[in-house]
Antibody, heavy 125, light 107 residues
């Protein structure tokens, strides 16, 4: 079945770095844009970044721009998020999500139709 | 940035009753509006896209509508599994933005 599995979360000190991964299965990973979305404890959803299916375009939330880098390896069906200069406010569950594509979209505007279970990042000294 | 607002923050409903959730965009998103359901400890699930189209596998008791920048999610007859948190999200511009959510709990 279609599945996304995140990994790489953990506890890191402020100013530190962490790399998250998300492996997709059950679908043609290389054909879909992929997002990272995070959720701080007890808070709502915050979109973090998107990378197009072929890696040609990427978008970031202002809150992470210049600190986080989204990338992908389509041969390994893997999405990554390199997080540098981490701050306490980056503490959250990080989800990867698929940009739905196809009939769900209006042009290049698509909702997120498949989500992973998330990986937890805690930034604390 | 398009700001999404949702009301009410919490909606208390009895099983079998109708629930109406509202979402408003600070500017036009056309129909590029999705609704997601999230249960405690779980990832969000796409319910509605294009403001009014149910995603695959979503029961017919969930419906969405739009009027300008105002959007509504209606759950016609609440089942026990529908008590959850609901988010709206616009996907027309960057950054993608979510509303703060509406919690539907048992009255």
């Amino acid at each position: 079945q279609v599945q996304l599995v995140e990994s790489g979360g953990g506890v890191v000190q402020p100013g530190g770095s962490l790399k998250l991964s998300c492996v997709g299965s059950g679908f043609s990973f290389s054909g879909f844009g992929m997002h990272w979305v995070r959720q701080a404890p007890g808070k709502g959803l915050e979109w973090v970044a998107l990378l197009w299916y072929d890696g040609s375009s990427k978008y970031y939330a202002d809150s992470v721009k210049g600190r986080f880098t989204i990338s992908r390896d389509n041969f390994k069906s893997t999405l990554s998020l390199q997080m540098n200069s981490l701050r306490a406010e980056d503490t959250a569950v990080y989800y990867c999500a698929r940009d739905s594509g196809g009939g769900y979209c209006s042009g290049n505007n698509c909702p997120m139709d498949v989500w992973g279970k998330g990986t937890t990042v805690i930034v604390s000294s | 940035e398009i700001v999404m607002t949702q009301s009410p923050a919490t909606l208390s409903v009895s099983p079998g009753e109708r629930a109406t959730l509202s979402c408003r965009a600070s500017q036009s998103v056309s129909n590029n509006l999705a609704w997601y359901q999230q249960k405690p400890g779980q990832a969000p699930r796409l319910l509605i896209y294009g403001a009014s189209t149910r995603a695959t596998g979503i029961p017919a008791r969930f419906s969405g509508s739009a009027s300008g920048t105002d959007f509504t999610l209606t759950i016609s007859s609440l089942q026990s599994e529908d008590f959850a948190l609901y988010y709206c999200q616009q996907y027309v511009t960057w950054p993608r933005t979510f509303g703060p959510g509406t919690t539907v709990d048992i009255k």
